[in-house]
Nanobody, 125 residues
Framework: QVQLVESGGGLVQPGGSLRLSCTAS????????IGWFRQAPGKEREGVSCISSSDGSTYYADSVKGRFTISRDNAKNTVYLQMNSLTPEDTAVYYC??????????????????WGQGTQVTVSS
């Protein structure tokens, strides 16, 4: 069974940092593109970042560019999302997802076939 698990969320003050982790126990993450999405209350789930399986190229939404960094640690079978300079607008449930057979682009949900359960990130003073 394919399973993705996110961790690292929590409560942080504006300007702070968090590092989210996405791990898999039943498949090798670096064989697939991996994306991070987020969903705030009352809003659509939006693509935040992704990393390719081939050359490690990355994508960032404009709203997080320069603040968030996606990376892989293949030895730990983990993909990270380092989030710096957080603002209240970053408050959301963050999900990681595995790229599926058909690729429509990093930011489109239909590019991904399996999703984690999500981890809550709250930015508040």
């Amino acid at each position: 069974q394919v399973q993705l698990v996110e961790s690292g969320g929590g409560l942080v003050q504006p300007g702070g940092s968090l590092r989210l982790s996405c791990t898999a126990s039943t498949f090798t993450l670096d064989y697939y593109p991996i994306g991070w999405f987020r969903q705030a209350p009352g809003k659509e789930r939006e693509g935040v970042s992704c990393i390719s399986s081939s050359d490690g190229s990355t994508y960032y939404a404009d709203s997080v560019k320069g603040r968030f960094t996606i990376s892989r640690d293949n030895a730990k079978n983990t993909v990270y999302l380092q989030m710096n300079s957080l603002t209240p607008e970053d408050t959301a449930v963050y999900y990681c997802a595995r790229g599926g057979g058909m690729w429509f682009g990093c930011s489109l949900r239909r590019s991904y076939d399996y999703w984690g359960q999500g981890t809550q990130v709250t930015v508040s003073s």
